[in-house]
């Protein structure tokens, strides 16, 4: 009975020894069985914190437009050819229709019970369903940001290293002064610039602008902006454990022993540097989702990022909520996934309780 107390209280405090320990393999004692429950309690637990995060985002951010000084049902009618934009009667008649003219608390609490049986509304500007919307615009936004991470670790991490390699001379300050430089511009600087340019230098090229795919070269130019503030974090990021590393004895030791220096950096370097750039390839995600609204908007992407745009300008209120829900879904799925692939990478966090 001791052992059995000993081995479910090991796997109640699982969310504490795994945040410790940084380890997935069950620990002494604690059956296979139970530490996938265990575990599948730590995810379902990380999902409960982030369901009433989410629901006080996406109450600012309602919050926000309904006291905002946009009003959807005016922008519709100021639209409108002729004078039905000064009828007072139709904007109410309209505006009681869509359930706007209730109070803030009713029309947000109307809203989550829709949204909890799968209903995103329609949109107040086009009439459109809001799920369709998103639906069609999101697998651009989606590709866009899958190629820029693989862009952002196929070019950062070999530089990373190389800058460390070369700690303090030239390719060291070139590669860091390079990083910290596409760090300082913005995703809405570097794009316009960026078009102006190739125009100027490049007449006979056409202009990078609207969407053909993963594979046009219109998404070149576009996936090179967004990835520049990104790749400067990963670089500096990569330079930083690989120093780390540089002073650790087994590096020491193989070079003592005369292993190639190529060697020593893809097979002994490279997979303790991968933890914390992993991990911070995960958090870029942040870093993504808002140069892609800039990015979207000049190279004409049908992206979440330009439905974003629109629905600001013209207060779509069910078309915000809908984007604010994805974007702090994807957030917090990444942060989930990076704490689940920590350990697989890091062999020293899985030994480090044997060690104790």
Same mark, same amino acid.
């Given at each position: 009975?001791?052992?059995?107390?000993?081995?479910?209280?090991?796997?109640?405090?699982?969310?504490?020894?795994?945040?410790? !320990?940084?380890?997935?393999?069950?620990?002494?004692?604690?059956?296979?069985?139970?530490?996938?429950?265990?575990?599948?309690?730590?995810?379902?637990?990380?999902?409960?914190?982030?369901?009433?995060?989410?629901?006080?985002? =996406?109450?600012?951010?309602?919050?926000?437009?309904?006291?905002?000084?946009?009003?959807?049902?005016?922008?519709?009618?100021?639209?409108?050819?002729?004078?039905?934009?000064?009828?007072?009667?139709?904007?109410?008649?309209?505006?009681?229709?869509?359930?706007?003219?209730?109070?803030?608390?009713?029309?947000?609490?109307?809203?989550?019970?829709?949204?909890?049986?799968?209903?995103?509304? !329609?949109?107040?500007?086009?009439?459109?369903?809001?799920?369709?919307?998103?639906?069609?615009?999101?697998?651009?936004?989606?590709?866009?940001?899958?190629?820029?991470?693989?862009?952002?670790?196929?070019?950062?991490?070999?530089?990373? =290293?190389?800058?460390?390699?070369?700690?303090?001379?030239?390719?060291?300050?070139?590669?860091?002064?390079?990083?910290? *430089?596409?760090?300082?511009?913005?995703?809405?600087? @570097?794009?316009?610039?960026?078009?102006?340019?190739?125009? &100027?230098?490049?007449?006979?090229?056409?202009?990078?602008?609207?969407?053909?795919? &993963? *594979?046009?070269?219109?998404?070149?130019?576009?996936?090179?902006?967004?990835?520049?503030?990104?790749?400067?974090?990963?670089?500096?990021?990569?330079?930083?454990?690989?120093?780390?590393?540089?002073?650790?004895?087994? &590096?020491?030791?193989?070079?003592?022993?005369? &292993?190639?220096?190529?060697?020593? @950096?893809?097979?002994?370097?490279?997979?303790?540097?991968?933890?914390?750039?992993?991990?911070?390839?995960?958090?870029?995600?942040?870093?993504?989702? !808002?140069?892609?609204? *800039?990015?979207?908007?000049?190279?004409?992407?049908?992206?979440?990022?330009?439905?974003?745009?629109?629905?600001?300008?013209?207060?779509?209120?069910?078309?915000?909520?809908?984007?604010?829900?994805?974007?702090?879904?994807?957030? =917090?799925?990444? !942060?989930?996934?990076?704490?689940?692939?920590?350990?697989?990478?890091?062999?020293?966090?899985?030994?480090?309780?044997?060690?104790?």
């Amino acid at each position: 009975m001791t052992r059995l107390k000993q081995r479910r209280e090991g796997c109640k405090t699982f969310t504490l020894y795994f945040k410790k !320990n940084r380890r997935l393999r069950p620990p002494a004692g604690c059956a296979g069985q139970e530490w996938e429950v265990a575990l599948l309690r730590y995810v379902l637990t990380r999902f409960a914190i982030w369901i009433p995060s989410v629901l006080i985002v =996406m109450m600012a951010v309602y919050a926000m437009a309904f006291y905002g000084a946009g009003d959807p049902i005016k922008l519709i009618f100021l639209r409108a050819p002729g004078d039905v934009a000064y009828n007072p009667q139709r904007i109410e008649a309209i505006r009681e229709s869509a359930g706007l003219n209730k109070p803030f608390i009713e029309q947000f609490g109307l809203y989550v019970w829709n949204l909890l049986h799968g209903q995103f509304g !329609n949109s107040l500007t086009s009439g459109r369903s809001v799920w369709a919307m998103v639906s069609a615009a999101a697998p651009v936004s989606f590709q866009l940001a899958l190629c820029s991470i693989i862009l952002t670790a196929v070019v950062a991490i070999p530089l990373g =290293m190389i800058a460390a390699l070369n700690q303090n001379n030239r390719v060291d300050y070139t590669i860091l002064g390079t990083a910290l *430089f596409l760090w300082a511009i913005p995703a809405y600087v @570097a794009g316009p610039l960026l078009m102006v340019a190739l125009i &100027v230098l490049l007449p006979m090229i056409k202009v990078p602008y609207g969407w053909g795919g &993963v *594979f046009d070269v219109r998404i070149i130019l576009p996936l090179i902006v967004l990835s520049f503030q990104p790749i400067a974090l990963i670089v500096r990021q990569t330079r930083a454990a690989v120093i780390e590393v540089l002073s650790e004895d087994f &590096v020491r030791t193989a070079r003592a022993k005369g &292993v190639p220096e190529i060697v020593v @950096a893809l097979k002994h370097i490279l997979r303790p540097v991968l933890t914390p750039v992993v991990t911070q390839l995960g958090l870029i995600m942040i870093t993504i989702v !808002n140069g892609a609204i *800039f990015v979207e908007l000049v190279f004409g992407l049908p992206g979440l990022g330009r439905l974003t745009v629109q629905a600001l300008i013209n207060s779509d209120y069910p078309v915000i909520l809908a984007i604010t829900l994805i974007g702090s879904f994807l957030v =917090m799925v990444s !942060n989930l996934l990076v704490d689940m692939l920590y350990p697989l990478l890091d062999p020293r966090a899985n030994d480090s309780r044997r060690s104790r």
